[in-house]
């Protein structure tokens, strides 16, 4: 059982929502986060395009933008180098047109994960050197490849380096680096697609221009789980809107056979229905099909590969659900699980295009940082993980590089590879290292609530103004608000495997709307299926068959008292 602590009202936050003209509990949210003055709280909800810093807050900006200028003036090749997942494959996609309209004689490369493996490989670089490029931009990828940057600078290539992800060691000797990690300057919480935004936005020199691609920036962005603080939260905030207008008929195409062609797509639309089927083309195959739907202007071609990128995503579902149940036996077998802090499981039948997703599933069922590792192609392993909301991972990571054939990532996920010989070691260090970390711990999960609610308080004004919090996700999570002795209304039913549905009624009995919980059907019959509960959730609104209602997503349940 979760403890549920009822964070205290703040007399100056009641104050300020009158001033606002908000509900206290939105007050409330953002006083916890950090938001305590008129202007900040005004600026997180409104989300002006305005307020995002300018692109040549990059140091380097200005040397990338003036070498690229030049290579158009000079007829030379320019080759993007994406990566296979989503946050590569839309910033390429956004930079890719730019540069086309811009008159640069262009070309893309999207490496292929199982056979040239992550960020700089040498035998493609070699390839695309002798078809003549003289400037390399890499998107979501480089900032970890010194040697071959090295390699391209004895061939007399220029290459800009933008990439999001954290450094280890000495930077390379990129002719310009577009990158916060690497102390450039610029916001710190883009993703790699948010910074091909800033560089298009630079090259086109008009904000107006460039927001043509927010909505690749949006899809990027959630794919890749950045943090939505800071410029994230106004991109989304301004992106999922123009989603879903979007002019791009591949994206059109992506949201019909994901069945989101209705209304606004929310954070979660986007996590669990766009972005499976574009990292599914480099999970599974290749992740070409999935940059060519995202520029395509052609409807018909658009059709057939979203098609093509939606059974490509069935098999990987397929894939996935067996590699995570065999997984999870891995780690219920093992005699120490329980006083393990992080978990590291291995394979030779797991395939390379799902271990990020098993690592993230792991986490969601264990709460534990998660490395999942395929051996699949030999004796040299790749891994992925992926770790709880508040424990970043990378730093362990770090503390255990002499185990690694080579590694990279930021504080939410990683790759690796590993010889198969290395990993009982990697386990203990890693378990030791990350338990060594963990400070000041609950020993009792615990649910923070923001504010407390009566039934018949949620109305669709009150909604409205916690609809302003949104999008949620990554540094920007749904808040707890409790509702207390509601009255099950009729039978609580069971939907799919666990989850709980009912409708609750307040006791006056005047106020009565549905209350759904994944996976909460166990906990209700934990607890004896109790007829007056106390709930903690998220109100949101439900839309069928044009009738707008309150629906609370639960979080948590216990018997009233």
Same mark, same amino acid.
């Given at each position: 059982?979760?403890?549920?602590?009822?964070?205290?009202? #703040?007399?100056?936050?009641?104050?300020?929502?009158?001033?606002?003209? %908000?509900?206290?509990?939105?007050? /409330?949210?953002?006083?916890?986060? +950090?938001?305590?003055?008129?202007?900040?709280?005004?600026?997180?909800?409104?989300?002006?395009?305005?307020?995002?810093?300018?692109?040549?807050?990059?140091?380097?900006?200005?040397?990338?933008?003036?070498?690229? @200028?030049?290579?158009?003036?000079?007829?030379?090749?320019?080759?993007?180098?994406?990566?296979?997942?989503?946050?590569?494959?839309? +910033?390429?996609?956004?930079?890719?047109?730019?540069?086309?309209?811009?008159?640069?004689?262009?070309?893309?490369?999207?490496?292929?994960?199982?056979?040239?493996?992550?960020?700089?490989?040498?035998?493609?670089?070699?390839?695309?050197? +002798?078809?003549?490029?003289?400037?390399? !931009?890499?998107?979501?990828?480089?900032?970890?490849?010194?040697?071959?940057?090295?390699?391209?600078?004895?061939?007399?290539?220029?290459?800009? !380096?933008?990439?999001?992800?954290?450094?280890?060691?000495?930077?390379?000797?990129?002719?310009?680096?577009?990158?916060?990690?690497? *102390?450039?300057?610029?916001?710190?919480?883009?993703?790699?697609?948010?910074?091909?935004?800033?560089?298009?936005?630079?090259?086109?020199?008009?904000?107006?221009?460039?927001?043509?691609?927010?909505?690749?920036?949006?899809?990027?962005?959630?794919?890749?789980? =950045? *943090?939505?603080?800071?410029?994230?939260?106004?991109?989304?905030?301004?992106?999922?809107?123009?989603?879903?207008?979007?002019?791009?008929?591949?994206?059109?195409?992506?949201?019909?056979?994901?069945?989101?062609?209705?209304?606004?797509?929310?954070?979660?639309?986007?996590?669990?229905?766009?972005?499976?089927?574009?990292?599914?083309?480099?999970?599974?195959?290749?992740?070409?099909?999935?940059?060519?739907?995202?520029?395509?202007?052609?409807?018909?071609?658009?059709?057939?590969?979203?098609?093509?990128?939606?059974?490509?995503?069935?098999?990987?579902?397929?894939?996935?659900?067996?590699?995570?149940?065999?997984? %999870?036996?891995?780690?219920?077998?093992?005699?120490?699980?329980?006083?393990?802090?992080?978990i590291v499981v291995e394979s030779d039948r797991w395939h390379e295009g799902v271990i990020g997703i098993v690592a993230a599933r792991l986490v969601e069922r264990f709460q534990k940082p998660s490395i999942v590792i395929s051996f699949r192609s030999g004796d040299v392993g790749k891994g992925s993980g992926r770790t709880t909301r508040y424990f970043p991972i990378f730093d362990s990571l770090c503390a255990c590089e002499e185990f690694f054939e080579s590694f990279g990532g930021h504080a939410q996920a990683c790759g690796l590879s590993i010889k198969k010989s290395n990993v009982d070691a990697f386990r203990e260090k890693l378990d030791r290292t990350v338990s060594a970390r963990i400070k000041n711990e609950s020993a009792v999960p615990r649910i923070e609530i923001d504010y407390v609610f009566n039934l018949n308080d949620l109305s669709e004004a009150v909604l409205k103004d916690l609809e302003a919090l949104s999008p949620f996700g990554p540094g920007n999570p749904k808040p707890m608000f409790l509702t207390r002795n509601v009255h099950v209304k009729g039978e609580a039913r069971k939907l799919? @495997?666990?989850?709980?549905?009912?409708? %609750?009624?307040?006791?006056?009995?005047?106020?009565?709307?549905?209350?759904? +919980?994944?996976?909460?059907? =166990?906990?209700?019959?934990?607890?004896?299926?109790?007829?007056?509960?106390?709930? #903690? /959730?998220?109100?949101?609104?439900?839309?069928?068959?044009? !009738?707008?209602?309150?629906?609370?997503?639960?979080?948590?349940?216990?018997?009233?008292?």
């Amino acid at each position: 059982m979760r403890e549920w602590v009822i964070l205290p009202e #703040v007399e100056e936050a009641t104050a300020l929502a009158r001033k606002l003209g %908000v509900h206290p509990a939105v007050i /409330h949210v953002l006083f916890r986060r +950090g938001q305590t003055s008129a202007e900040a709280i005004t600026r997180f909800l409104e989300c002006p395009l305005d307020k995002i810093q300018d692109p040549f807050a990059f140091k380097d900006m200005k040397r990338a933008v003036d070498r690229i @200028r030049m290579a158009i003036e000079r007829r030379e090749k320019i080759l993007i180098y994406g990566d296979y997942d989503v946050d590569g494959v839309t +910033g390429s996609a956004i930079l890719y047109p730019v540069l086309k309209e811009l008159g640069a004689d262009i070309r893309v490369h999207i490496p292929h994960r199982i056979e040239d493996g992550y960020g700089l490989n040498r035998k493609s670089l070699e390839s695309w050197l +002798g078809r003549g490029i003289k400037v390399l !931009i890499t998107v979501d990828n480089g900032i970890t490849g010194a040697d071959h940057i090295d390699f391209l600078n004895q061939k007399g290539v220029d290459t800009i !380096i933008v990439d999001h992800h954290e450094t280890k060691g000495a930077l390379p000797k990129a002719y310009a680096l577009v990158s916060a990690a690497a *102390g450039g300057g610029g916001e710190a919480s883009l993703a790699a697609c948010g910074l091909a935004f800033k560089l298009a936005w630079a090259l086109l020199g008009d904000l107006k221009k460039a927001e043509e691609y927010l909505d690749l920036v949006t899809l990027g962005t959630v794919a890749d789980l =950045a *943090g939505l603080e800071g410029e994230n939260r106004i991109l989304l905030k301004q992106g999922l809107p123009r989603l879903a207008k979007t002019n791009k008929v591949g994206l059109r195409a992506l949201m019909d056979v994901s069945g989101l062609s209705r209304g606004v797509p929310s954070f979660r639309d986007v996590a669990f229905g766009l972005a499976p089927r574009i990292n599914a083309a480099g999970r599974m195959g290749s992740p070409l099909a999935a940059f060519k739907l995202l520029t395509t202007k052609d409807n018909e071609e658009a059709r057939q590969l979203a098609r093509e990128l939606d059974e490509g995503n069935q098999e990987r579902q397929r894939v996935e659900r067996d590699a995570f149940e065999e997984a %999870v036996k891995k780690v219920e077998a093992d005699p120490q699980f329980t006083e393990r802090q992080a978990i590291v499981v291995e394979s030779d039948r797991w395939h390379e295009g799902v271990i990020g997703i098993v690592a993230a599933r792991l986490v969601e069922r264990f709460q534990k940082p998660s490395i999942v590792i395929s051996f699949r192609s030999g004796d040299v392993g790749k891994g992925s993980g992926r770790t709880t909301r508040y424990f970043p991972i990378f730093d362990s990571l770090c503390a255990c590089e002499e185990f690694f054939e080579s590694f990279g990532g930021h504080a939410q996920a990683c790759g690796l590879s590993i010889k198969k010989s290395n990993v009982d070691a990697f386990r203990e260090k890693l378990d030791r290292t990350v338990s060594a970390r963990i400070k000041n711990e609950s020993a009792v999960p615990r649910i923070e609530i923001d504010y407390v609610f009566n039934l018949n308080d949620l109305s669709e004004a009150v909604l409205k103004d916690l609809e302003a919090l949104s999008p949620f996700g990554p540094g920007n999570p749904k808040p707890m608000f409790l509702t207390r002795n509601v009255h099950v209304k009729g039978e609580a039913r069971k939907l799919g @495997r666990d989850t709980f549905r009912c409708w %609750v009624t307040d006791s006056s009995g005047k106020t009565t709307c549905e209350a759904v +919980g994944f996976n909460a059907f =166990a906990l209700w019959q934990t607890a004896n299926r109790p007829t007056h509960l106390d709930l #903690v /959730h998220q109100p949101v609104f439900k839309d069928f068959q044009g !009738i707008r209602s309150v629906q609370l997503e639960l979080e948590d349940l216990r018997p009233a008292g």
